[in-house]
């Protein structure tokens, strides 16, 4: 019975994404934020260490809110285990903020497990391609793990070659509820 109550809030933590995502993704990314229509994204014809390359690029001169290009994955792999994501930016003229973002959530649409943005170590102005790492532990009782990079205000960013891996208790957790 809580595999199932937990499997079904899951699906409907996804169609709600997905639904607010205006249906178009790229190799399972779509777009989201608070103003995403502030955003164009997509995907590079260039190439960053032989991956793929994405980019979020304002639309605007001025933006009260922020655009991501986000994924949503099921937790069962990474259930009661430490986890990193790792990635590749390189951003051009960030006014407010730009960052990797991670979330663990819960039954609790209001309370997320675990979550990092880093809005504490932010990447603004510009930066040639620079690695980043995100790391949150997936407690046992997650219904999802969603991550992905956002721009808050303007400018331009691309990202690549993000992974999530599992790692030993002795990597610290950047979660900035914790």
């Known amino acids: 019975m809580k595999t ?5 809030t899951a699906l ?9 995502s205006y249906s178009q993704k790229i190799d399972g990314w779509f777009k989201a934020g608070s103003k995403p229509e502030s ?3 997509g995907k590079a014809d260039e190439k960053y260490n032989d991956g793929a390359v994405y980019f979020l690029k ?12 986000m994924t949503y994955i099921m937790p069962e792999k990474y259930s009661g285990k430490r ?20 979330r663990v959530d819960g039954t609790d649409k209001n309370k997320s497990l675990g979550f990092d943005n880093m809005s ?3 990447i603004a ?4 391609w620079t690695k980043y790492e995100i790391v949150l532990d997936v407690a ?39």
């Open 4 to 8: 199932t109550f937990r499997i079904l």
């Open 58 to 69: 304002s639309k605007e001169t001025a933006i009260d809110g922020f655009g991501t290009i």
């Open 140 to 178: 046992p009782e997650a219904i999802g793990i969603a991550y992905g990079f956002l721009v808050s205000g303007t400018g331009n960013a691309w990202f690549s070659g993000f992974t999530l891996e599992t790692v030993g208790n002795d990597v610290p957790t950047t979660d900035m509820d914790k």
């Open 83 to 102: 986890i990193r994501l790792t990635g590749y930016v390189k951003n051009e003229s960030i006014t407010g903020w730009a960052g990797m973002w991670m």
């Open 39 to 41: 955003y164009e994204w």
């Open 125 to 128: 102005g510009t930066n040639d």
């Open 120 to 122: 504490n170590r932010a």
């Open 12 to 20: 409907f933590i996804l169609t709600v994404v997905l639904q607010n």
